[in-house]
């Protein structure tokens, strides 16, 4: 207990003898003090407000860009979303022509070989003549039914290579198309 009692007096003693010391008071300022202050705070004021103002213009530069940028990033994904569904025609179209090319060269082979027959029976195929060189009924009737199994392939065969030029060349204005709207894409 002696000791608890000889802190506590120590504690107050150095409390008291430190708030008995005066404290020093800061001397007041003069006017020019005072106004050199204002005066660099003034400064400080208006270089504040000038970035500010910087800030202010840098921010809207900022935005103008953002939208700019975001307009251009639209049009990309716009443009590669037109290549991708181009890109899925030119394939199509590609494709398609191959099986065309296919299918002249069938029909030439097929004309091909009418025209072989036509010169194997003789160098033409005309109506009348199966009837001046037939060797009796039975072979009339056969001729005359092979003359029609032939003018039918030939019929169709000439029908299907119609059809397929026709396809051809509009296959061929397809593919200038996407060449003329790609070259126009690439310059953009």
Not at 55 to 62: I, K
Not at 85 to 113: D, L, Q, R, S, W
Not at 122 to 138: A, F, R
Not at 141 to 147: A, E, G, R, W, Y
Request: hydrophobic share 50%; net charge positive.
């Amino acid at each position: 207990m002696k000791k608890s009692f000889r802190a506590i007096s120590l504690a107050v003693i150095l409390g008291l003898a430190i708030s008995s010391v005066p404290a020093v008071a800061a001397p007041k300022p003069t006017l020019a003090e005072i106004e050199a202050a204002k005066k660099v705070e003034a400064a400080k004021k208006k270089a504040a407000d000038a970035q500010a103002k910087k800030l202010a213009a840098a921010n809207q530069s900022l935005r103008a860009l953002t939208a700019k940028a975001n307009a251009a990033t639209a049009l990309y994904r716009k443009a590669q979303a037109e290549l991708a569904v181009a890109t899925a025609a030119a394939n199509i179209a590609a494709k398609h022509a191959a099986e065309t090319a296919a299918a002249v060269a069938e029909a030439h082979k097929t004309i091909g070989k009418l025209a072989a027959n036509a010169y194997i029976m003789g160098g033409s195929i005309t109506d009348i003549e199966p009837l001046l060189s037939s060797n009796g009924p039975q072979d009339l009737v056969d001729q005359l039914s092979t003359l029609s199994t032939l003018g039918a392939q030939n019929s169709v065969a000439l029908a299907r290579l119609k059809l397929l030029k026709k396809r051809r060349v509009k296959q061929r204005r397809l593919q200038m198309k996407q060449k003329l709207y790609n070259r126009l894409q690439q310059i953009k």
